[in-house]
């Protein structure tokens, strides 16, 4: 499987965006804040709370970065008008990291305190290890501001996380631990599948000690099996939009709590390409998704 994974991933490039589009439609809301909107209420109803995130990152423009503010306060209040189980998840890159830090800080900073007025939370998404100083730097300054309504990502992949863990231990954070999909040289990472999970789970381990809050975001089996074994409160399982649904079934059904990741956004193709080409194994489960869906389709013709 992991071979045609990684060839479907090979020649996803080269498809024509409406075929990409027709494969990413059921992991992808829409392009409009109203699709969001209709996708979590959707998934409330179906016992699940979600995470809304506005595609776009690497902005090149400050005015650029000052949209994708704008946007999320959109977002936030349209959670607040219809009374959603939702909060949002924001890219520092998106915020103008790679523009200066001040002008990240200062969007970034300004979203969550909008937030906090909403009563709702902002999740700070961890990206490639070129950012991760400046991450964690940006959530220790906020949380050094009194504003506890924000969250952390860590990534199992990298060497570094246990670490983190530990330097952010003071803080008692809310955390969402991921393997993480960005492709890293050996030495900042682990790239042994067997490593990566192993290397999760102790991360999980240290989470649970020392965190206020765990979000286990994870499509793997094994892994749900783990968290459910080392977790026994304060957290909750994560997954993205339509991947692995008849697992997250039975999350909910065992009495879990889940939470779906909702992205949308008018660059859903580039989303599209990072998220298949950066984790192989996704893109099999959409391929396979498809397949199964087209054949049952033709099915019943």
């Not at 080392?230 to 997954?239: G, H, K, N, V």
């Not at 984790?279 to 489960?285: K, L, T, V």
Request: overall charge negative; charged content about 30%.
């Amino acid at each position: 499987m992991a071979l045609l994974d990684r060839t479907i991933v090979r020649f996803l490039p080269a498809m024509p965006r409406q075929v990409v589009r027709r494969i990413a439609d059921r992991y992808i809301a829409g392009e409009e804040l109203e699709d969001a909107v209709a996708a979590v209420t959707w998934l409330n109803a179906d016992g699940r709370s979600a995470t809304i995130d506005v595609l776009g990152e690497e902005v090149e423009r400050p005015f650029e970065a000052r949209e994708i503010v704008e946007a999320y306060d959109r977002a936030l209040g349209a959670i607040e008008e219809h009374e959603l189980d939702a909060n949002v998840s924001i890219k520092p890159t998106a915020f103008g990291l790679k523009l200066g830090y001040k002008l990240c800080r200062r969007n970034v900073e300004t979203l969550v305190r909008a937030a906090a007025e909403r009563d709702n939370f902002v999740r700070i998404d961890m990206e490639d290890s070129s950012t991760t100083d400046d991450t964690l730097r940006l959530y220790r300054e906020l949380r050094g501001a009194g504003l506890d309504n924000v969250g952390i990502v860590l990534q199992a992949r990298l060497r570094r996380t246990l670490d983190d863990i530990a330097a952010l231990a003071d803080l008692r954070p809310n955390v969402r631990i991921c393997k993480g999909i960005y492709v890293e040289r050996w030495r900042i990472a682990h790239t042994d599948f067997d490593e990566i999970r192993g290397s999760f789970v102790r991360c999980l381990e240290a989470l649970c000690e020392t965190a206020s809050f765990v979000g286990i975001a994870t499509h793997d089996e094994f892994l749900v099996a783990e968290g459910r074994r080392i977790a026994t409160e304060r957290y909750e399982f994560q997954m993205l939009l339509g991947v692995r649904e008849s697992l997250g079934d039975e999350l909910v059904r065992a009495g879990e709590r889940l939470r779906i990741y909702v992205p949308f956004g008018r660059r859903w193709y580039e989303y599209s390409l990072r998220r298949l080409q950066e984790n192989p194994r996704i893109a099999g489960y959409v391929a396979a998704d498809t397949v199964g869906r087209m054949l049952g389709r033709n099915g019943s013709r």
